[in-house]
């Protein structure tokens, strides 16, 4: 049962594009949605969170949009940059349970020069 | 400096064997994890431990036996390790029980041959 589904698997694009990742979440009980950046032989490092109180959160270059009536929420890279090629993981967990952090599948995302 | 380090980085070890994965964190969490990774990048939870006391067993083979002594520290211990063991291990840590995200080690890359 994947309870946190993200898309796409991967994604190229060009240097200074968008790239937009979606992921949607079945369980209402969550209410913590964090974004993880994975660089290749490392571990995930949190790059930015939302609760879902809030319908956007910026940070630097990263912005999350949060649709808490559609159970979605999505990750946006403004003015993407080659060294923000990594593979990115959306997770879900709730507050009122035992710590779980329940994660996407992952996206590769490569941008390129 | 580390925050969450992890030892060994790689581990190549036969069919059969006992080994033991070390992880140690020094931000102060009250909760550790175990994640395993596999070869399509999927991140699972195996175990939790907040402060000393396991929270969370994701229906983990009996072969592996988590250990925390005291709450900086979470070992992992595998006997009579197979094929599919292999994969990159994690180790994490949180405070607020993964309230505010989790930090993740390097990762253990358990080769089994």
């Known amino acids: 049962q994947q309870q946190v589904k993200q898309s796409p698997q991967s994604l190229i694009v060009q240097k200074g594009g968008i790239p937009i990742i979606n992921c949607a979440y079945e369980n209402t009980a969550f209410d913590y949605f964090p974004w993880y950046q994975q660089f290749p032989g490392k571990g995930p490092a949190l790059l930015i969170a939302i609760r879902p109180d809030v319908s956007e959160k910026k940070e630097g270059r990263f912005t999350i949009s949060f649709n808490k009536s559609a159970k979605q929420f999505s990750l946006h890279i403004m003015d993407s940059q080659p060294g923000d090629s990594a593979t990115y993981f959306c997770a879900a967990s709730k507050s009122s349970s035992a710590s779980k952090i329940i994660f996407g599948s992952g996206t590769r995302l490569s941008i390129r020069p | 400096d580390t925050a969450v380090s992890q030892t060994p980085k790689y581990l190549v070890t036969q069919m059969g064997n006992d080994k033991s994965i070390k992880c140690e964190q020094n931000?102060?969490?009250?909760?550790m994890y175990w994640y395993k990774q596999d070869s399509k990048k999927f991140l699972k939870i195996m175990f939790s431990y907040n402060n000393k006391e396991l929270i969370i067993n994701e229906t983990v083979p009996n072969r592996f036996s988590p250990k925390s002594p005291d709450k900086a520290h979470l070992n992992l211990h595998i006997n009579s390790l197979e094929l599919g063991d292999s994969a990159v291990y994690f180790c994490?840590?949180?405070?607020?029980?993964?309230?505010?995200?989790?930090?993740f080690g390097q990762g253990t890359r358990l080769t089994v041959v």
């Open positions: 994490a840590s949180s405070q607020d029980r993964g309230r505010a995200g989790a930090f």
């Open positions: 931000l102060g969490h009250d909760t």
